[in-house]
């Protein structure tokens, strides 16, 4: 359901909050699994894995992966608030000093850089 309503809401081409949260959800599902797994071996005295395993390391890698991202989604939006903030700022400045109702503006700011 999660990992759904992230793509009923994210926005092309990227389509980011859709694949953080399936990689999220994915991670979370497979140390769940793990766990259950580690549990029988103990509960019923079954050998270990006989190979290196480093699964759990790759899933909790994942989760960190999209931690990381998020806080940098983040940050950037905050970010770009603080830019649309100043620039509102400034066109109200000016259209006080001016007393113009339009305030010509020949650069455009870009989208929000969380959908990058």
Do not use: C
């Not at 359901?1 to 092309?12: F, K, L, V």
């Not at 399936?22 to 797994?37: C, D, F, N, Q, Y």
Request: charged share 35%; proline share 3%.
């Amino acid at each position: 359901r999660i990992i759904g309503d992230a793509a009923e809401y994210d926005h092309p081409p990227d389509y980011t909050s859709f694949f953080q949260a399936r990689r999220e959800e994915h991670a979370k599902l497979g140390l769940s699994v793990l766990e259950i797994t580690n549990e029988l071996r103990r509960s019923y005295a079954l050998s270990a894995f006989d190979v290196v395993d480093d699964t759990e390391d790759t899933l909790r890698s994942a989760l960190a992966d999209v931690e990381r991202e998020r806080l940098e989604n983040i940050k950037a939006q905050a970010e770009w608030n603080e830019r649309m903030v100043a620039r509102i700022a400034e066109r109200e400045a000016a259209l006080e000093i001016t007393g113009r109702g339009v305030v010509d503006d020949k650069e455009t700011e870009p989208h929000s850089p969380v959908q990058k």
